[in-house]
């Protein structure tokens, strides 16, 4: 089962922040926190990953609480090509499998 | 640099028969695993080859099995097919054992008739 819950759907307006919250309040101390991403019938796409501090790519940013149990994805201007469902995954460093939930489907509208 | 390949795209299959789909992991990538998205059950972990050598297999029947070669391409077979083993197949790669992001490929899509 997945560590993570995550909100079903999500709306955001073009060019605004995207904010996407993960709770995983049973991460133990060597798991990462992964996000990927999924358009309509692609294969996922990698995000980002941390274990504690936050982290910045070209394409989101990953805040990661203090304590751990939650994080949130940062989409800093989203656009309709970030429509898309978000997973978030909590990943032990060295197993190969990844655990998808449901995800968050977001939309991002005009 | 090209990304992960898979092979077919589409694969129309009779209920019994045998599917054999196919993935070529980004160069230098040694792992190898394979994702079953079936419609209302998502993304399910199938399997992972590591230099050759199955590290770990989802909760699955036997009868979905794979193999991985030298060069680190990687074949999953399908026995006995089933109605519902008619999905999206994903085949992601990554650069070493368990460590490292899963770049995933576009998906091979079987349909059992």
């Known amino acids: 089962d997945a560590k993570t819950t995550q909100p079903p759907s999500m709306d955001c307006a073009e060019g605004r922040a995207a904010n996407l919250p993960c709770n995983h309040s049973t991460i133990s101390g060597n798991e990462y926190v992964y996000w990927y991403r999924q358009i309509h019938s692609q294969g996922p796409q990698y995000i980002i990953h941390g274990l504690k501090n936050n982290e910045t790519n070209e394409m989101a940013s990953l805040i990661i609480t203090e304590d751990r149990k939650s994080s949130t994805l940062i989409l800093p201007h989203a656009t309709l090509r970030d429509t898309a469902v978000y997973y978030c995954i909590v990943r032990v460093v060295g197993e190969g499998k990844l655990i998808f939930g449901q995800g968050t489907e977001l939309s991002v509208k005009p | 640099e090209a990304g992960v390949t898979q092979s077919p795209t589409h694969l129309i299959k009779t209920r019994g028969q045998q599917a054999t789909l196919r993935c070529s992991p980004i160069?230098?990538?040694?792992?190898v695993y394979w994702y079953q998205q079936a419609l209302g059950l998502g993304l399910q972990f199938l399997l992972w080859?590591?230099?050759?050598?199955?590290?770990n297999r989802g909760n699955f029947p036997p009868r979905f099995s794979g193999r991985q070669f030298p060069n680190y391409s990687s074949e999953l077979n399908v026995n006995a097919l089933e109605l519902e083993d008619s999905a999206l197949y994903l085949c992601?790669?990554?650069?070493?054992?368990?460590?490292?992001?899963?770049?995933f490929g576009p998906g091979t899509r079987l349909t059992v008739t």
């Open positions: 992601a790669s990554s650069l070493r054992q368990g460590t490292y992001e899963q770049y």
């Open positions: 160069s230098g990538h040694t792992s």
């Open positions: 080859y590591d230099e050759g050598e199955e590290r």
